[in-house]
């Protein structure tokens, strides 16, 4: 049932409750209806008066659980949740509509009505004695001008909205009604009608505008005025004072709550209850338990002035100091939300429900005149990184800190046990000449210059056989920032659980053991979500969309198997998105230590990877405070810094393509990043040395190959596969248009295999169709066709029409030449003197450029194979007077020819058809 519905409901049971009434003399005044902030009914409130005798009737209207309209207040608890069953604001869905505009507050509906007509955000919570019953949330850290009618019940109303607005961070501005010339009981309704009496012609336009001039109390007038409200004490009465149940000294202000106090001493929070029936004489009563030492230490709110929350501090049960801001909406619903988290960081709370409720009114309602900005991410925000208990950075503002905010406790990896020097000397500066483990700990510190930099995200990914020391490089890189055994995570758990964490790593480092554990089906959407720092959209309970999670970050992960293998397992394929996203390098050093480049620690790899643990275990956490103090002392200066070492790192790859520039990039982010670690003296190392990552990254290029090109890679692998697994089987052998009748039929047939050369020819429709994807059938002809593999007798057209001699008529084909099976694209070289193992110490700046060339991919070793020699670039065949000249240009130097318009690649046949040798004889083709 819409609200249309509704509405019209509510008008036929108003009119029928309301004819016995005016019968008696009342007039109908109104129904003014409450909604949400999305306009859905709420309840209804009927005002009627008796213009005779004054008096008024007013009643709410509502639907009962059954759905039957009553006569009292709704369960506020469940038509309005947001409220925690408070009554929600008048014209709540206006409040929600424009959150930037002033908000009017009035005594009253009617009032409120006639400044909305003026076009003012305006509502009310009715009278002095409702203020306390009604949801003010909604406007936390507005801009509030509060009118209050010139009685003595409109200073008591004001004092307590006043109260209200100033808990929740409302900028407050109140009307001078002295000087509106009003009479005794006057509000904004007179004050129009005395601007109308002086101007009859007044327009609503310019009656907002006065509104908007008038004179608003000053900080003294208003504590006057308010302080004027409260009793003044005889000059014979005495200061009320408590009496002391206890002679230990309190640990904060107490707060005056319903007849009692909540008082805060070192052993817990206690509300006591006393009798102050004679103010010259309060009595202890009782006092209830409500939790251990808890304190609301400052008000916190988001830059936008939404998100309010308050930042609360306690001890757990061995003295560990706990700190959160925790947002105020909690409250708002299920307590026990809260209630457990705080639980789960050591807070000891009442078991006692009566006395467990206290703890909401506590945290909500005590006065805290210090302010802090609350953030949502870790990480970098402007000058100043926020931890999930303090700040480094920027300007310090001892007025408002800034504060990790979330809806839990978060449960902070980072820690710290013993010294930096301790870890530097016995972790770090001895794997100073390891390759592998120099490159895990330069990852450690990369992730923090992902954001000053602008650069994505991205991730590496050890790969090497059991037992070869892949998940010591996690733990030595982990003790950067925490205990290795809790900063390290498994790939064993969800995308969604991972997302969580991912943002919980924001600007950092995160590492991840053992690929083999996350669903092969998964790891392909975790890759792309981790890199490009995006959680899934999602949907808040009324339909809008939620704010997705984000993060920058940089990974190391480890496995037996590559993510390719992984993915393959369960038939799906990596593209070069993937796999540029997560660079994969060799575990082995190749040194015959298997990850280590020397024994430095133990006589064994096994024992120094043992030694390597304990040490990880036992020191650990201070180099990444460390880091952090050095990169935020002049945050523009650590970019400037940051972005030279990585010129001169690329200034050793200036010939590489797009895609494996890409790589290389983040490559030389996690070189800077252990090179500036090494200058404010964290790692030990001398100048130079974290270039050891460029030996990881020559293991990666002679891997993937310095063209880049791994699509086009992969696409012919592709088929390659699908040959190696079909050839045999759904290729139907041809070798002449004469098939004798014994041959055997060929079942599925995705085409033919031309015995005479052992070439293969696709059928178009299947090819397009079974055989291509996930690629694009297009993209694959392309780079078959530029990699001098595919078969073309009709000019510029991928297709291959078979001769009359093979096929007397038959739709062109897909012709693919016999040497793609043994087609293998070039690897590149490292740097000179390496060749992707070797660690040679030298200086970002001084290493030499590649000098050795890369074999053009598409370029073949010979074969020597006569059955296939037709398939190989630059032959003839055909007839002395008619050859049939086939050639392959390699693919880069296609790729290239194109883009300086040289020759363009020629991969064809002109074979007529008449002079074509019979099949079953050879060709003279000396």
């Given at each position: 049932?819409?609200?249309?519905?509704?509405?019209?409901?509510?008008?036929?049971?108003?009119?029928?409750?309301?004819?016995?009434?005016?019968?008696?003399?009342?007039?109908?005044?109104?129904?003014?209806?409450?909604?949400?902030?999305?306009?859905?009914?709420?309840?209804?409130?009927?005002?009627?008066?008796?213009?005779?005798?004054?008096?008024?009737?007013?009643?709410?209207?509502?639907?009962?659980?059954?759905?039957?309209?009553?006569?009292?207040?709704?369960?506020?608890?469940?038509?309005?949740?947001?409220?925690?069953?408070k009554?929600?604001l008048?014209?709540?869905?206006?409040?929600?509509?424009?959150?930037?505009?002033?908000?009017?507050i009035?005594?009253?509906?009617?009032?409120?009505?006639?400044?909305?007509?003026?076009?003012?955000?305006?509502?009310?919570?009715?009278?002095?004695?409702?203020?306390?019953?009604?949801?003010?949330?909604?406007?936390?850290?507005?801009?509030?001008?509060?009118?209050?009618?010139?009685?003595?019940?409109?200073?008591?109303?004001?004092?307590g909205?006043?109260?209200?607005?100033?808990?929740?961070?409302?900028?407050?501005?109140?009307?001078?009604?002295?000087?509106?010339?009003?009479?005794?009981?006057?509000?904004?309704?007179?004050w129009?009608?005395?601007?109308?009496q002086?101007?009859?012609?007044?327009?609503?336009?310019?009656?907002?505008?006065?509104?908007?001039?008038?004179?608003t109390?000053?900080?003294?007038?208003?504590?006057?005025?308010?302080?004027?409200?409260?009793?003044?004490?005889?000059?014979?009465?005495?200061?009320?004072?408590?009496?002391?149940?206890?002679?230990?000294?309190?640990?904060?202000?107490?707060?005056?709550?319903?007849?009692?106090?909540?008082?805060?001493?070192?052993?817990?929070?206690f509300?006591?209850?006393?009798?102050?029936?004679?103010?010259?004489?309060?009595?202890?009563?009782?006092k209830?338990?409500?939790?251990?030492?808890?304190?609301?230490?400052?008000?916190?709110?988001?830059?936008?002035?939404?998100?309010?929350?308050?930042?609360?501090?306690?001890?757990?049960?061995?003295?560990?100091?706990?700190?959160?801001?925790?947002?105020?909406?909690?409250?708002?619903?299920d307590?026990?939300?809260?209630?457990r988290?705080?639980?789960?960081?050591?807070?000891?709370?009442?078991?006692?429900?009566?006395?467990?409720?206290?703890?909401?009114?506590?945290?909500?309602?005590?006065?805290?005149?210090?302010?802090?900005?609350?953030?949502?991410k870790?990480?970098?925000?402007?000058?100043?990184?926020?931890?999930?208990?303090?700040?480094?950075?920027?300007?310090?503002?001892?007025?408002?800190?800034?504060?990790?905010?979330?809806?839990?406790?978060?449960?902070?990896?980072?820690?710290?046990?013993?010294?930096?020097?301790?870890?530097?000397?016995?972790?770090?500066?001895?794997?100073?000449?390891?390759?592998?483990?120099?490159?895990?700990?330069?990852?450690?510190?990369?992730?923090?210059?992902?954001?000053?930099?602008?650069?994505?995200?991205?991730?590496?990914?050890?790969?090497?056989?059991?037992?070869?020391?892949?998940?010591?490089?996690?733990?030595?890189?982990?003790?950067?920032?925490?205990?290795?055994?809790?900063?390290?995570?498994?790939?064993?758990?969800?995308?969604?659980?991972?997302?969580?964490?991912?943002?919980?790593?924001?600007?950092?480092?995160?590492?991840?053991?053992?690929?083999s554990e996350?669903?092969?089906?998964?790891?392909?959407?975790?890759?792309?979500?981790?890199?490009?720092?995006?959680?899934?959209?999602?949907?808040?309970?009324?339909?809008?969309?939620?704010?997705?999670?984000?993060?920058?970050?940089?990974?190391?992960?480890?496995?037996?198997k590559?993510?390719?293998?992984?993915?393959?397992?369960?038939?799906?394929?990596?593209?070069?998105?993937?796999?540029?996203?997560?660079?994969?390098?060799?575990?082995?050093?190749?040194?015959?230590?298997?990850?280590?480049?020397?024994?430095?620690?133990?006589?064994?790899?096994?024992?120094?990877a043992?030694?390597?643990?304990?040490?990880?275990?036992t020191?650990?956490?201070?180099?990444?405070?460390?880091?952090?103090?050095?990169?935020?002392?002049?945050?523009?200066?650590?970019?400037?810094?940051?972005?030279?070492?990585?010129?001169?790192?690329?200034?050793?790859?200036?010939?590489?393509?797009?895609?494996?520039?890409?790589?290389?990039?983040?490559?030389?982010?996690?070189?800077?990043?252990?090179?500036?670690?090494?200058?404010?003296?964290i790692?030990?190392?001398?100048?130079g040395?974290?270039?050891?990552?460029?030996?990881c990254?020559?293991?990666?290029?002679?891997?993937?190959?310095?063209?880049?090109?791994?699509?086009?890679?992969?696409?012919?692998?592709?088929i390659?596969?699908?040959?190696?697994?079909?050839?045999?089987?759904?290729?139907?052998?041809?070798?002449?248009?004469?098939?004798?009748d014994?041959?055997?039929?060929?079942?599925?047939?995705?085409?033919?295999?031309?015995?005479?050369?052992?070439?293969?020819?696709?059928?178009?429709?299947?090819?397009?169709?079974?055989?291509c994807?996930?690629?694009?059938?297009?993209?694959?002809?392309?780079?078959?066709?530029?990699?001098?593999?595919?078969?073309?007798?009709?000019?510029?057209?991928?297709?291959?029409?078979?001769?009359?001699?093979?096929?007397?008529?038959?739709?062109?084909?897909?012709?693919?030449?016999?040497?793609?099976l043994?087609?293998?694209?070039?690897?590149?070289?490292?740097?000179?003197?390496?060749?992707?193992?070797?660690?040679?110490?030298?200086?970002?700046?001084?290493?030499?450029?590649l000098?050795?060339?890369?074999?053009?991919?598409?370029?073949?070793?010979?074969?020597?194979?006569?059955?296939?020699?037709?398939?190989?670039?630059?032959?003839?065949?055909?007839?002395?007077?008619?050859?049939?000249?086939?050639?392959?240009?390699?693919?880069?130097?296609?790729?290239?020819?194109?883009?300086?318009?040289?020759?363009?690649?020629?991969?064809?046949?002109?074979?007529?058809?008449?002079?074509?040798?019979?099949?079953?004889?050879?060709?003279?083709?000396?």
């Amino acid at each position: 049932m819409d609200n249309n519905d509704i509405i019209r409901q509510v008008e036929t049971y108003v009119a029928k409750i309301s004819k016995p009434q005016i019968d008696k003399g009342f007039t109908r005044k109104i129904l003014h209806i409450y909604a949400d902030a999305d306009s859905k009914f709420i309840y209804g409130k009927l005002r009627l008066k008796n213009l005779t005798t004054g008096d008024k009737y007013i009643r709410s209207i509502s639907q009962d659980s059954a759905g039957m309209w009553q006569m009292k207040d709704p369960d506020f608890k469940e038509v309005y949740s947001e409220g925690g069953g408070k009554k929600p604001l008048y014209r709540r869905h206006d409040l929600a509509c424009d959150t930037e505009a002033v908000v009017y507050i009035f005594e009253g509906e009617q009032k409120a009505d006639l400044a909305n007509e003026f076009g003012f955000i305006a509502t009310t919570s009715g009278g002095s004695t409702q203020v306390n019953n009604y949801h003010w949330l909604p406007l936390a850290g507005r801009d509030i001008c509060l009118w209050a009618d010139n009685d003595a019940a409109g200073v008591q109303w004001l004092e307590g909205v006043y109260k209200e607005l100033n808990a929740i961070g409302a900028r407050i501005k109140i009307i001078d009604i002295d000087v509106l010339g009003l009479a005794e009981k006057g509000d904004i309704v007179d004050w129009v009608e005395l601007q109308r009496q002086a101007d009859p012609d007044i327009t609503h336009q310019q009656l907002a505008g006065k509104i908007k001039e008038l004179d608003t109390l000053t900080d003294e007038q208003l504590s006057i005025i308010l302080a004027d409200d409260l009793p003044e004490p005889s000059s014979d009465s005495i200061a009320v004072s408590y009496p002391e149940w206890r002679k230990d000294t309190q640990l904060n202000e107490p707060m005056v709550h319903e007849g009692g106090r909540f008082e805060l001493y070192s052993d817990g929070l206690f509300f006591v209850k006393y009798d102050d029936s004679d103010p010259t004489n309060i009595l202890f009563k009782l006092k209830m338990f409500i939790c251990s030492p808890l304190e609301v230490i400052a008000t916190a709110r988001d830059a936008s002035n939404k998100n309010w929350g308050r930042l609360l501090k306690w001890h757990d049960a061995d003295g560990v100091i706990h700190q959160w801001s925790m947002p105020v909406a909690l409250l708002q619903s299920d307590a026990r939300e809260y209630r457990r988290e705080l639980a789960s960081q050591g807070l000891n709370i009442t078991i006692n429900r009566k006395q467990r409720d206290y703890l909401d009114a506590y945290i909500q309602d005590y006065p805290s005149k210090k302010r802090a900005r609350c953030v949502t991410k870790l990480g970098w925000h402007g000058e100043q990184y926020v931890l999930p208990d303090h700040t480094l950075g920027g300007a310090v503002d001892a007025n408002e800190v800034i504060v990790y905010q979330s809806a839990h406790a978060i449960d902070s990896t980072l820690s710290q046990q013993g010294e930096l020097a301790q870890w530097t000397d016995k972790v770090c500066k001895p794997m100073a000449d390891q390759s592998r483990l120099v490159f895990s700990l330069c990852c450690a510190f990369a992730g923090q210059l992902l954001e000053p930099l602008g650069s994505d995200g991205g991730g590496f990914h050890f790969m090497g056989s059991s037992s070869m020391g892949k998940s010591i490089s996690l733990k030595l890189a982990a003790s950067v920032w925490g205990n290795p055994e809790r900063y390290v995570k498994t790939w064993r758990t969800t995308d969604n659980a991972l997302e969580g964490t991912a943002s919980e790593y924001n600007d950092s480092f995160l590492g991840l053991d053992e690929i083999s554990e996350c669903d092969p089906k998964k790891i392909g959407n975790i890759i792309y979500m981790l890199s490009n720092g995006q959680g899934k959209g999602r949907s808040t309970t009324t339909g809008q969309n939620r704010t997705a999670n984000k993060w920058r970050l940089i990974f190391l992960s480890n496995g037996e198997k590559s993510v390719q293998q992984q993915m393959a397992e369960v038939g799906q394929s990596t593209n070069a998105g993937i796999e540029i996203r997560t660079a994969h390098i060799d575990a082995d050093a190749g040194k015959g230590y298997k990850m280590f480049d020397s024994l430095v620690l133990a006589n064994s790899g096994a024992a120094q990877a043992d030694k390597l643990t304990e040490l990880s275990s036992t020191y650990y956490g201070t180099a990444g405070i460390a880091w952090l103090e050095y990169i935020t002392m002049d945050k523009a200066a650590t970019t400037i810094t940051a972005k030279a070492l990585i010129d001169d790192f690329m200034n050793q790859y200036d010939n590489l393509a797009p895609q494996a520039h890409r790589v290389a990039k983040r490559f030389a982010i996690v070189a800077a990043a252990g090179e500036m670690a090494t200058l404010a003296g964290i790692t030990g190392w001398q100048a130079g040395q974290a270039a050891a990552v460029k030996v990881c990254l020559d293991n990666w290029l002679d891997n993937y190959g310095r063209d880049g090109e791994q699509e086009q890679r992969q696409i012919i692998k592709h088929i390659q596969a699908f040959i190696e697994q079909h050839g045999s089987s759904r290729f139907e052998p041809r070798r002449s248009h004469r098939c004798p009748d014994f041959e055997p039929k060929t079942s599925n047939r995705v085409g033919y295999r031309n015995t005479n050369t052992g070439d293969y020819l696709f059928s178009v429709n299947t090819f397009d169709m079974e055989i291509c994807p996930p690629f694009n059938a297009k993209k694959v002809l392309q780079v078959l066709d530029e990699a001098g593999l595919l078969i073309r007798n009709q000019g510029d057209r991928k297709a291959y029409k078979s001769p009359k001699t093979l096929f007397i008529e038959r739709d062109p084909f897909y012709a693919v030449k016999a040497h793609i099976l043994s087609y293998e694209g070039d690897k590149a070289t490292g740097t000179d003197g390496t060749n992707g193992t070797a660690h040679i110490q030298q200086a970002l700046d001084t290493v030499p450029h590649l000098k050795t060339p890369l074999r053009p991919l598409g370029q073949l070793e010979p074969h020597r194979d006569e059955a296939s020699q037709l398939s190989h670039s630059q032959k003839s065949t055909g007839t002395a007077i008619n050859p049939v000249i086939t050639g392959t240009v390699p693919l880069s130097q296609a790729s290239q020819s194109k883009k300086v318009g040289t020759v363009k690649p020629q991969s064809f046949i002109n074979e007529p058809d008449n002079e074509i040798p019979p099949f079953g004889s050879v060709g003279n083709y000396s």
